[in-house]
């Protein structure tokens, strides 16, 4: 394997395992802070990959059409690193803000 792609899935599982801890962290917080906060997170989280994925949709379109290049679509390994940091820092984010 390439360097890269093993410093991309550790970093992947750095991240999902300090999702899982702050989410199990929440359940000391009460059902409907607990409620707020991921669906808030969840939430910002889809908002940023919804303009994501449309930024990507246009930056094909427009190498499509005025340079007929053809793009090979998104790298699923750096996508999910993105998309899970940003459920991360919003995860910590909106615990500060909403718990104790």
Avoid at 37 to 66: C, G, N, P, T
Avoid at 82 to 92: A, K, M
């Amino acid at each position: 394997m390439d360097w890269i792609v093993v410093l991309f899935i550790a970093m992947l599982s750095l991240f999902g395992m300090a999702i899982i801890l702050t989410l199990i962290s929440l359940t000391k917080l009460g059902d409907e802070r607990k409620t707020l906060i991921k669906m808030k997170a969840q939430s910002f989280s889809f908002i940023v990959v919804f303009f994501m994925i449309l930024i990507h949709i246009a930056r094909s379109a427009y190498m499509a059409l005025d340079k007929g290049d053809l793009d090979y679509g998104i790298t699923p390994l750096p996508f999910l690193f993105t998309v899970s940091l940003i459920y991360l820092v919003t995860l910590r984010t909106f615990k500060k803000k909403y718990g104790d």
